[in-house]
């Protein structure tokens, strides 16, 4: 089936630190993939998306480039801010198999002063 | 103008009680999604309406049932609460599959 791996956390970083948090998916089709991020007690929100191979989504100083090759999807950030720890989730979604978007286990990112 | 409200956004009830939890969106969008967050964070589907049909049941206890008067909406009715359902109910909106899925601020439920 299809899924997501994320590497685990939590992160520890301190600020202006560069970050990668990897992310790889097994997929039958051709999938989109995201990146979500989760503040402290909210929802998620979007953070980036690439919708196929090569393609590089960025936000915000994130980056994010869909390997077709490698099957990954990793998250990246050159310098990283104390407003930036928050949960990242890494997900795909499917033409077949229903309308659904499939997550990652989620990885917790703290930055420290 | 929130995209995707949800209400309530605590729920704290006793084993054996009913309780729903109601979603709105207002951004046209065809689908609706439940997931449940638990304690370590893992997001898992519930389920998926597309134009008030239902397109994904992902074994989930028959105690739950959502139900979508209209595509704007997607509520989750949960009977005879039990002290495993505690945890986060998020509902999403998206408009297709490949898209990207917005998400309401969740309603956390705790079984006592």
């Known amino acids: 089936g299809d899924s997501v791996t994320q590497m685990e956390g939590p992160v520890t970083l301190s600020e202006e630190a560069f970050l990668t948090i990897n992310c790889t998916y097994t997929?039958?089709?051709?999938?989109?993939l995201f990146w979500y991020v989760q503040y402290p007690g909210e929802g998620l929100q979007l953070l980036l998306k690439a919708t196929k191979a090569d393609d590089k989504g960025s936000n915000k100083g994130f980056e994010a480039t869909y390997r077709k090759e490698t099957t990954s999807f990793h998250l990246e950030k050159g310098s990283v801010q104390v407003s930036d720890s928050a949960v990242y989730f890494c997900a795909l979604g499917l033409t077949g198999g229903g309308n659904k978007l499939t997550f990652g286990t989620g990885t917790q990112l703290k930055v420290e002063l | 103008d929130t995209a995707v409200s949800q209400t309530p956004k605590y729920l704290v009830t006793q084993m054996g009680n009913d309780k729903s939890i109601k979603c709105e969106q207002n951004l046209g969008h065809d689908t609706m999604y439940w997931y449940k967050q638990d304690s370590k964070k893992f997001l898992k589907i519930m389920f998926s309406?597309?134009?008030?049909?239902?397109?994904i049941n992902e074994t989930v206890p028959n105690r739950f049932s959502p139900k979508s008067p209209d595509k704007a909406h997607l509520n989750l009715h949960i009977n005879s609460l039990e002290l495993g359902d505690s945890a986060v109910y998020f509902c999403?909106?998206?408009?297709?599959?490949?898209?990207?899925?917005?998400f309401g601020q969740g309603t956390r439920l705790t079984v006592v």
């Open positions: 997929a039958t089709g051709y999938p989109s």
């Open positions: 999403a909106s998206s408009q297709d599959r490949l898209t990207e899925a917005f």
């Open positions: 309406y597309n134009n008030k049909e239902l397109i």
